[in-house]
């Protein structure tokens, strides 16, 4: 369910689980909410990419045709533009919060950033990418490693608001002249109470 004053990215991280990395209600609370897919058919793709604040404001969305050779370098390329995009707009002590709809995919990110955390820089157990996507997974972890704090959460292709733009980038191409927003996240400024009917003012 949707809160006034409340990204729908963070509704749907909210709702659902992130590999490898336990999930209590306190860690919700990101600043930027990222969701990405990559299409692939026949030979041709998109990359779709969406971010937004923690308040809901809209930072960017991207629909981009892409030539990919796979449907896993189709998923990695659109995490790995996502997160560039983000990286170029909000500052590096912010929580981030992704949103992909590739299991593995999310798995690895998290993996990668809690060896971000490490003292050694090591996952917890190897991570095993295709190798079509080694330079993009490389770049990744970059990204993973410069916030403050970063955990990917895996939720149903049909739930993936970023979808519709990689499988349609053609059609969605005007999302691409939206003008840039860099926003800073309020991270002092208190989630709104609504008290219950019994306690409301009347």
């Given at each position: 369910m949707a809160h006034a004053g409340r990204s729908s990215l963070r509704t749907l991280f909210?709702?659902?689980?992130?590999?490898?990395?336990?999930?209590?209600?306190?860690?919700?609370?990101?600043d930027f909410y990222v969701a990405t897919d990559g299409s692939y058919a026949e030979g041709a793709g998109g990359l779709g990419v969406i971010i937004e604040a923690r308040s809901g404001e809209r930072v960017a969305r991207l629909a981009v045709?892409?030539?990919?050779?796979?449907?896993?370098?189709?998923?990695?390329?659109?995490?790995?533009?996502?997160?560039?995009?983000?990286?170029?707009?909000?500052?590096?002590?912010?929580?981030?919060?992704?949103?992909?709809?590739?299991?593995?995919?999310?798995?690895?990110?998290?993996?990668?950033?809690?060896?971000?955390k490490g003292p050694d820089y090591r996952p917890l157990r190897d991570v095993s990418v295709p190798s079509s996507v080694r330079h993009h997974w490389?770049?990744?972890?970059?990204?993973?490693?410069?916030?403050?704090?970063?955990?990917?959460?895996?939720?149903p292709s049909g739930r993936n608001p970023a979808h519709v733009l990689?499988?349609?980038?053609?059609?969605?191409?005007?999302?691409?002249?939206?003008?840039?927003k860099c926003l800073l996240p309020g991270l002092d400024e208190p989630e709104p109470q609504i008290p219950p009917p019994s306690r409301a003012n009347r």
């Open positions: 909210d709702d659902a689980p992130t590999p490898h990395i336990a999930h209590p209600p306190h860690t919700h609370h990101r045709p892409d030539a990919v050779p796979d449907n896993n370098v189709a998923e990695y390329r659109a995490l790995h533009l996502g997160l560039d995009v983000l990286a170029a707009r909000a500052p590096r002590d912010a929580r981030v919060g992704v949103l992909v709809d590739h299991d593995e995919v999310a798995a690895n990110v998290n993996l990668a950033a809690l060896a971000a490389r770049g990744i972890r970059a990204r993973v490693a410069s916030f403050t704090e970063l955990r990917a959460a895996a939720l990689a499988n349609a980038p053609d059609q969605y191409a005007h999302v691409n002249d939206e003008p840039p």
